[in-house]
């Protein structure tokens, strides 16, 4: 019997044929059943999607080509996708910062539609071939290894595709074309839910564009900037304007409701079909929200105070996100939701109402924010929320912020069938006393554990883990900074103990410790054969990553994406957030895992040395370790040579 290793001299063509997709699928169920992995996911945001024979400047998490990505990450094993906040962007934000977590909560990125499919019968073609045609372009032919988002392109052209949409459905409307009447009781029955909401906010976008901006601080009419907040209040001023701007500009905020209908319809369609292949959808809850939710709920907001993060130096970053007054949130002795809770709730059922699962940004923005508070000579003084006093009274004098956690989030988890541990709780941060007795002593909420900088030893598999987030750079860039090559995370010594903990195959341990070592019998490798055992060493790391039951990997880590970051956290700079996978990224992918120095992940291999690490660890457990390794090798030995050959196939030129 064959214990220390699989035969691979065998020679196989690198891509998998049609044919063989069906082994290599279940190979990979096979071993991440043996591992007990329960939820593999891959980190993309919405516009990192790829295209397919026209691009629209940027990518969508539900169109063809959408589908054709979620296939491909299904034959490696992954049954889900992290996708980042999905509502509408900020126009103001589109060249320098077209952040995601500065989105709306509610309102949805219309970007996201998938405009070839209004040419199509389905739609009564709505939009015309050739007006799709003029408005997008053939892929262009690049060695680069990613595209780019042009968000401000995709906006100008989205617009004039969206109007020409709404005027055909009128006139089909009109004319009797029975696709239009059948879309119009969707859009009417759309409208009953929604309509208050959307006109609000096309309202919004109408005093936006007339100020030139979407910052409410800037637009010079006072009563505009309070326009939702008297209206609640009954002001007949506040009516008489409301009613004067809907009037004036109806079509452009009727044709903003049905750019809303059609992009919901389109997501609601994605899910259909996502459900009945088996993939998970994670919506990202931002902790923050877009002004135009900020100005509908003003009076859930503190004038003077956003959220931000604490720095030791002093240097406090400023987000400049809203932060929900304290004493708005419950009302009454028996804790009713006032203006700010109605918020969370709408904001949490919004994000979940089309994905099965949710990753919640700034878990301690929900217990202790770090508020920020501008002065008038422009100082950033900081506080946490539990400390930050105002006229000599605790701001949070009614202890609100704390049970947030308990009377509405996770009661709305459990309405969407989520248990407590479900999500992704994003809890990188600093952790006040407020927020460990609660996060932590009290609920016992999971982590999300960074590998990028800890080691997966003795932490529960009730943690999320990962290796690099989306405000990471690329895995196989990290080994570059002197703190990663030293950490104890990334010492070979660990790696190569945790992957081989079987007593009898210390020759293996000792092999892979040299391999990725930055040294051997005392000599310093250098040059290529650095760069060989750096790549080795990333490949143990995503090999220890494996070993666990909940995991993230970034679209970039998977694909070999190495030459650019998506966002590079804590700055402002022209490529932040316009990352995008490229349309041929299965060529790529195939080619580059083929190639002398393959930066992608070859997902058979590390499988194979994340499955033979759970052997030695059983067996380096047992009471018994000769009997448990004959047992498991009997077991194990038949899918470990499958993935040797599916490991080769991947490796070998064409």
Avoid at 590 to 602: E, F, G, I, R
Avoid at 633 to 654: F, H, W
Wanted: hydrophobic fraction near 35%; proline fraction near 4%.
């Amino acid at each position: 019997m064959r214990v220390l290793g699989i035969d691979n001299r065998i020679a196989f063509q690198r891509r998998p044929k049609k044919e063989e997709e069906e082994g290599l699928r279940n190979t990979i169920e096979k071993t991440y059943k043996a591992l007990g992995t329960t939820d593999r996911i891959v980190i993309t945001h919405g516009s990192c999607f790829p295209s397919q024979e026209r691009n629209t400047y940027i990518g969508s998490p539900y169109g063809k080509a959408a589908k054709e990505y979620i296939k491909f990450l299904q034959l490696y094993g992954f049954n889900g996708n992290q996708l980042g906040p999905g509502g509408e962007l900020e126009t103001d934000d589109y060249e320098i910062n077209p952040s995601p977590y500065n989105s709306s909560a509610f309102a949805k990125n219309t970007l996201f539609i998938d405009l070839e499919e209004l040419t199509k019968e389905k739609y009564g073609k709505l939009l015309s071939e050739d007006t799709f045609k003029k408005l997008t372009y053939e892929q262009p032919k690049t060695n680069l290894s990613y595209d780019t988002t042009d968000f401000e392109e995709a906006s100008h052209i989205y617009n004039i595709a969206m109007k020409e949409v709404y005027q055909n459905f009128k006139i089909n409307l009109h004319k009797g074309q029975p696709q239009a009447i059948a879309l119009n009781n969707e859009f009417q029955k759309f409208l009953e839910k929604n309509n208050e909401r959307l006109t609000d906010e096309g309202v919004f976008h109408v005093i936006a564009e007339k100020n030139g901006t979407d910052r409410i601080s800037e637009w010079k009419n006072k009563l505009e900037r309070n326009l939702i907040s008297q209206l609640v209040n009954g002001d007949f001023e506040a009516i008489n304007l409301y009613n004067k701007i809907y009037n004036e500009n109806e079509k452009y905020i009727e044709q903003y409701k049905f750019s809303q209908f059609i992009a919901t319809k389109q997501i609601k369609e994605n899910k259909q079909w996502r459900d009945a292949k088996g993939f998970k959808f994670f919506n990202d809850l931002l902790v923050g929200c877009s002004n135009m939710d900020a100005w509908r709920y003003k009076d859930a907001f503190l004038d003077d105070y956003t959220i931000g993060a604490f720095d030791g130096s002093g240097n406090h970053q400023y987000w400049g996100i809203p932060a929900i007054n304290p004493n708005k949130i419950f009302k009454g002795f028996d804790m009713q939701l006032d203006t700010g809770g109605q918020f969370l709730k709408e904001k949490i059922d919004s994000a979940l109402e089309f994905c099965e699962n949710i990753r919640i940004d700034h878990a301690m923005g929900l217990i202790e924010p770090f508020l920020i508070h501008k002065t008038k000579d422009g100082k950033l003084n900081g506080s946490y929320m539990s400390e930050t006093i105002v006229n000599g009274k605790k701001l949070d004098d009614y202890y609100n912020y704390p049970r947030i956690l308990e009377k509405i989030i996770l009661p709305s988890l459990a309405e969407h069938g989520l248990k407590p541990k479900d999500p992704v709780w994003e809890n990188i941060c600093s952790n006040p006393k407020l927020f460990v007795d609660i996060y932590y002593n009290k609920l016992h909420l999971p982590e999300l554990i960074q590998l990028e900088w800890s080691k997966v030893e003795n932490r529960s598999n009730d943690n999320w883990f990962l290796i690099g987030s989306h405000d990471s750079i690329p895995a196989q860039n990290m080994l570059k900074r002197n703190w990663t090559r030293e950490s104890d995370a990334w010492n070979p010594l660990y790696l190569a103990g945790y992957l081989n903990q079987d007593p009898v195959r210390i020759n293996k341990s000792k092999a892979l410790c040299e391999l990725i070592a930055d040294t051997v019998n005392g000599e310093q490798k250098i040059g290529e054969e650095l760069t060989k055992a750096d790549r080795e060493r990333v490949k143990a790391k995503f090999a220890e990553l494996l070993t666990k039951e909940k995991f993230q990997i970034s679209f970039a880590d998977l694909l070999g994406i190495t030459d650019i970051t998506y966002n590079i956290g804590g700055t402002n700079n022209n490529t932040n957030w316009k990352e995008r996978i490229p349309y041929n990224y299965q060529d790529k992918y195939y080619k580059n895992l083929s190639s002398a120095n393959p930066t992608a992940l070859n997902i058979p291999e590390v499988l194979k040395m994340a499955l033979q690490a759970r052997i030695d660890m059983k067996v380096a457990h047992s009471q018994n370790p000769k009997a448990e390794r004959n047992r498991l090798y009997k077991e194990y030995s038949p899918l470990l040579k499958e993935l040797q050959k599916y490991e080769n196939i991947l490796k070998e030129p064409e």
